[in-house]
């Protein structure tokens, strides 16, 4: 309703049906293009940066009513922000790639005015103080905010069912999930509208909705994106990164967002890369593992194919594939399901109705925190700070919780034994595509082994790509590119290469309307 209310906004202001007349007068769709593409039409002045976000709006219009990727819509902070933009871009001052770019943040990185809910129940009405780092980053490079994504709650999902508000929708099947728990931002980047977005990955919770909704998610090194301003799930797990339409978009973002922070105490101490410089179509000579854990049983055979496809690919280009082994993967999964839950418990404590967010009124402190919390958090949020609290309590946290923490050790040797010998590893981002709605929601332990293939990279620290490659019935099929410490542009590089080399990496949703053709 509140999103409706905004296009009537714009529709009175004479804001739609705004189309690009390209050389040649044929037209071209705004909502299509990437950054880079759209970078160089502001440049040439070809565009301006509002005419551009009133496409975006336009589009979220037509369709956010069946994806529902928005939790809050800024449209007038947008329009704003754009017109800041184009004067600039008049007056000749020097901008960024990113600058009059229309985006999106999951709705778990503070935006100061704008509310910041974790689409939970509990922060329904949270307004912050403060931006986030990236948020002020992004700001900084002139980028222009749509809105808020919607997520699972508190980022505890695999699939954005869990959201307190509501269900997000795959844009090439709505009757598919589009993947969790950065659900929203997936959509809204493959559904048109938004032209990137940022999300949190603390157990897969960008790679997997990239996967399932056919773009580029990075889930970097942790500690190269400061985690300041983000509301925080598992803090030893969690990092921010992009997704994005192809590797050059991604490669940008990641330019304006990465780098040390004073104000985050886990924030690595590095320069910023300009990570466009990886984006050579070249793998001659790079040796790529194949983890055999990823390729055994589950793994549907439509996407092994693909992903056999793809190392063909590689080697055709002259990289050298082979298998190898991470033997501690199995016990990846039930180890991050000690050590996640364990940091939400404890992250989690702070929402009692006192200090901020939604406080229901009882007739003692205790009755109080207890219909605050029972009230303002949904099942999967209550279920993983049982778990937690349970594996930290006295007499089982040396034999859950400290166990846990040896296996991460455990599963971080392999990696770091793997990464002597090759460049970086490829693995399918899930076993199979998107589930559909509905598919695994009474089901928690089978909606947990979604993430099977993502969970040892955040336990790990490592950076982490998913990159489009065809699709099955419809639905994408996502590659993970598995890199050391710090080493994003290797991934980028072997993501690029591929992307130039084929047509498999950019699938088409089927979702119509508003859309500029």
């Not at 950054?35 to 979220?60: C, G, M, N, Q, W």
């Not at 999902?157 to 929203?184: I, K, M, Q, Y």
């Amino acid at each position: 309703m509140l999103l409706m209310k905004k296009m009537a906004v714009l529709k009175s202001h004479g804001l739609f049906d705004i189309v690009l007349e390209m050389r040649g007068g044929a037209s071209l769709s705004l909502t299509s293009l990437t950054a880079h593409e759209l970078s160089e039409l502001l440049d040439k002045r070809e565009l301006s940066s509002k005419e551009l976000t009133v496409a975006h709006l336009e589009r979220i219009g037509s369709v956010d009513d069946k994806v529902k990727a928005f939790t809050t819509l800024t449209a007038e902070h947008a329009l704003l922000q754009a017109e800041e933009i184009d004067k600039k871009r008049v007056h000749g001052e020097k901008l960024s790639p990113l600058a009059g770019i229309p985006m999106a943040l999951k709705d778990n990185m503070c935006t100061r005015g704008i509310r910041t809910t974790c689409s939970s129940k509990i922060l329904e009405d949270f307004v912050p103080p403060y931006d986030a780092t990236v948020t002020e980053k992004l700001n900084s490079a002139g980028t222009v905010l749509l809105g808020k994504c919607n997520m699972d709650e508190f980022a505890m999902g695999s699939s954005t069912e869990n959201s307190g508000f509501f269900a997000t929708r795959n844009p090439h099947d709505l009757n598919a999930v589009p993947g969790g728990s950065s659900g929203g931002s997936a959509a809204a980047v493959a559904a048109q509208e938004a032209v990137f977005a940022l999300g949190s990955d603390t157990g897969g919770s960008i790679r997997l909705p990239a996967s399932f909704c056919g773009v580029v998610g990075l889930k970097p090194t942790y500690g190269c994106v400061s985690r300041y301003g983000l509301i925080a799930y598992a803090s030893s797990l969690d990092q921010i990164g992009p997704l994005t339409r192809d590797m050059t978009d991604c490669a940008l973002v990641m330019s304006a967002i990465a780098g040390h922070d004073p104000k985050d105490s886990t924030s690595a101490p590095m320069d910023i890369p300009d990570y466009s410089k990886y984006l050579v179509n070249n793998v001659k000579g790079m040796k790529i593992g194949l983890p055999k854990e990823y390729f055994g049983a589950g793994i549907d055979p439509q996407v092994l194919a693909y992903l056999q496809q793809a190392i063909g690919k590689l080697e055709e280009m002259g990289a050298i594939c082979e298998e190898v082994s991470l033997p501690h993967t199995m016990y990846a999964l039930p180890a991050y399901y000690i050590i996640a839950p364990a940091e939400a418990s404890s992250n989690l404590a702070r929402y009692d109705g006192v200090q901020y967010g939604l406080r229901v009124e009882a007739e003692d402190i205790v009755s109080m925190y207890c219909k605050t919390r029972s009230q303002g958090f949904g099942d999967e949020v209550k279920r993983r700070i049982m778990l937690g609290t349970y594996a930290l309590s006295s007499g089982y946290y040396d034999a859950y919780y400290m166990k846990a923490l040896k296996v991460r050790t455990l599963v971080k040797r392999d990696f770091d034994h793997v990464f002597e010998n090759y460049d970086c590893l490829l693995t399918p981002t899930s076993p199979t595509v998107a589930f559909n709605h509905g598919e695994k929601a009474d089901d928690p332990l089978t909606m947990y082994l979604s993430d099977i293939c993502t969970i040892p990279v955040n336990l790990a620290g490592i950076p982490s790509l998913s990159l489009p490659f065809g699709q099955v019935n419809g639905r994408p099929v996502g590659l993970q590119l598995i890199g050391k410490a710090f080493d994003e542009g290797t991934l980028l590089r072997v993501g690029y290469s591929l992307e130039q080399s084929t047509n498999l990496t950019k699938p088409l949703p089927a979702l119509k309307g508003g859309s500029r053709a």
